[in-house]
Structures are given as C-alpha cells and as structure tokens.
C-alpha cells in the first residue's frame, strides 16, 4: 500500500471517507481495502499537520466533520 496524496481538496477527501467507513457495516470486506487504509493514512497525515490528535477520537471525528451530537463518537 502507498500513502494517497492529497491531489484533491481534503474536504472531498473527509467525505469519500465518511461515506466508505459508515458503509463497513453492510459492506465488511471494506475493513481489508488497501484504499480505505491509504486514505485513511493521508488523512491522518494531514489532521496532524492542522494540530489534530488523531488518537482522541473526538478530535479526529471533528475534524472529519461528524456531526458531534452523533451517538458513539
């Protein structure tokens, strides 16, 4: 696997992975996608370099721009 570079805008980025990771339930075999980790990975990266702890859940999830009010997060 290679890390995605951010060729395109990182908000279209944050929203190909909101969709793919709220598709996992349905769609398990998304979880072995080398694109969803490499994604995952750049936009990681990127959270990073803005000051984000990706460790913290509710950082990462905000920046990802999830809704903060929704359950699990």
């Given at each position: 696997?290679?890390?995605l ?17 709220a ?21 990681q990266?990127?959270?990073a370099r ?5 460790s ?14 929704l359950?699990?997060?």
């Open positions: 696997m290679s890390d570079t951010p060729d395109y805008p990182i908000s279209e980025l944050k929203t190909i992975y909101r969709v793919l990771h598709a996992l339930p349905e769609n398990p075999e998304l979880m072995d996608s080398g694109f969803l980790g490499d994604l995952q990975r750049c936009l990266k990127q959270a803005e000051g984000v702890d990706v913290l859940h509710a950082q990462w999830a905000a920046w990802l721009g999830y809704d903060s009010k359950q699990g997060l």
